[in-house]
Structures are given as structure tokens and as C-alpha cells.
């Protein structure tokens, strides 16, 4: 069956990194559209990057310049390097593939931006 397990939350204080990282399988990984969304306390669920199969990326406003997504096809593996935290980058993230009409999400891991 199809897994997209999410690995590298954490607390983190701000201006701290972190790299997330999403191991899928069961899924021709190579041709889906992957991505990373994210979801705080009391709001709906947001795109936060995007990366084509090509490798084209696409990026929220909010976290333009200080996010890079990135791919790994020989791996299976879609990366998202956050620099530069806020505390208002708290939230769950979700690593996401999507090749329609097929659409599934990893179970989630928690990311914490505070001194």
C-alpha cells in the first residue's frame, strides 16, 4: 500500500533550521507532484511548497527565500530545508503526492518554533 512517512520535526528556537524529510512507497515516485503543507492550531491545512516531477518548485509567499524543496527520485525521498524559523512556522507538516486523481498525505510531524 501506499506510505509517505514524514521524519525531522522538533523544537527549534527562532532563526533555527530544520530539514524534513518524506519516505514514500507503493507509489511510482518519479512522476508525482510532491509536496509539503502545513497546519497550526485553529487554521485550515496550507500549501507551503510544491515540487514537480521536472523539479520545478513553487513556494507560499511566507516562506519564500527561507524554504527550499528539493526531490530525490533514486531515493523516494522529498526534502523541505526550513532556514531562518518563526515562531509563526509553527504547525504540523505534511508531506503530500499527488498524481491525479490519486492524492495521499503522510501521517504528519509536529515542528515548534519557540525560546
Known amino acids: 500500500q501506499v506510505q509517505l512517512v514524514e521524519s525531522g520535526g522538533g523544537l527549534v528556537q527562532p532563526g533555527g533550521s530544520l530539514r524534513l524529510s518524506c519516505a514514500a512507497s507503493?507509489?511510482?515516485?518519479?512522476?508525482?507532484?510532491m509536496g509539503w503543507y502545513r497546519q497550526a492550531p485553529g487554521k485550515q491545512r496550507e500549501l507551503v511548497a510544491v515540487i514537480t516531477s521536472g523539479g520545478s518548485t513553487n513556494y507560499a509567499d511566507s516562506v519564500k527565500g527561507r524554504f527550499t524543496i528539493s526531490r530525490d527520485n533514486a531515493k523516494n525521498t522529498v526534502y523541505l530545508q526550513m532556514n531562518s524559523l518563526k515562531p509563526e512556522d509553527t504547525a504540523v507538516y505534511y508531506c503530500n503526492g499527488r498524481l491525479l486523481p490519486s492524492n495521499y498525505w503522510g501521517q504528519g510531524t509536529q515542528v515548534t518554533v519557540s525560546s
Open positions: 507503493g507509489i511510482i515516485f518519479r512522476i508525482y507532484v
